[in-house]
């Protein structure tokens, strides 16, 4: 069982993203605020569930939540300001649009830049820890998902139905043989020691 909160005493909002180490497609990050009772026997890291399980878990966390957004960085702006300072707008962007505002912010990870005056904590493998993390982590990949899965059919020969982005073997050889589109990271590395620019 998750825990329900880090601190009692202030409106507290776990944040995660989804898609940094994509080689395409916006990074997502998601805020939730849940009620400090709030309790979900199988609410936990989006990496340990199903597909249909992490579908499921966004419709009670969108139904339960006291506040929940979701938002975007796209490619273009990965590009111009870095993988980090991007996954960080996001998470900045998910807060300024939480119906109800964070007092204090739980953040998956080792490193945050401060959002306003809000104090935070930054907690390594929070998706596991906090339900909060982990419903912002089930959020951020459910919507970047489908949002892959609409660009997959304008784009089919790079895989992103199932890769969604990411630099699996057959993306790597697509982007090499096909070029980029305008959903690519152009800064991020594409060839690796089995796949050779020539």
């Known amino acids: 069982?998750?825990?329900?909160?880090?601190?009692?005493?202030?409106?507290?909002?776990?944040?995660?993203e989804a898609g940094r180490g994509c080689l395409a497609g916006p990074v997502y990050a998601a805020a939730v605020v849940?009620?400090?009772?709030f309790q979900h026997d199988i609410l936990t890291d989006s990496k340990?569930?199903?597909?249909?399980?992490?579908?499921?878990?966004?419709?009670?966390i969108e139904?339960?939540?006291?506040?929940?957004a979701v938002a975007s960085v796209s490619a273009a702006e990965i590009d111009r300001i870095n993988i980090h300072n991007a996954s960080y707008l996001a998470m900045h962007k998910a807060l300024d649009a939480l119906k109800i505002k964070a007092e204090y912010i739980l953040v998956d990870g080792n490193r945050?830049?401060?959002?306003r005056q809000t104090p935070h904590c930054c907690i390594v493998k929070g998706d596991g820890k906090y339900l909060?993390?982990?419903?912002?982590?089930?959020?951020?990949?459910?919507?970047r998902d489908d949002y892959m899965d609409g660009l997959a059919g304008?784009?089919?020969?790079?895989?992103?139905?199932?890769?969604?982005?990411?630099?699996?073997?057959?993306?790597r050889s697509a982007i090499l043989e096909h070029g980029y589109t305008p959903h690519h990271?152009?800064?991020?590395?594409?060839?690796?020691?089995?796949?050779?620019?020539f």
């Open 48 to 60: 340990q569930l199903a597909a249909s399980q992490r579908y499921t878990l966004r419709n009670i």
């Open 154 to 171: 304008e784009f089919p020969q790079y895989g992103w139905i199932h890769n969604k982005g990411y630099p699996t073997v057959q993306h």
């Open 34 to 37: 849940f009620a400090k009772d």
């Open 185 to 197: 990271r152009r800064t991020f590395r594409v060839s690796d020691p089995q796949l050779k620019l």
């Open 112 to 115: 945050f830049i401060p959002y």
């Open 132 to 143: 909060s993390i982990a419903a912002a982590s089930i959020l951020a990949k459910t919507y």
């Open 63 to 68: 139904e339960q939540a006291l506040a929940c």
């Open 1 to 16: 069982m998750l825990r329900s909160t880090h601190q009692d005493i202030l409106i507290e909002a776990g944040c995660d």
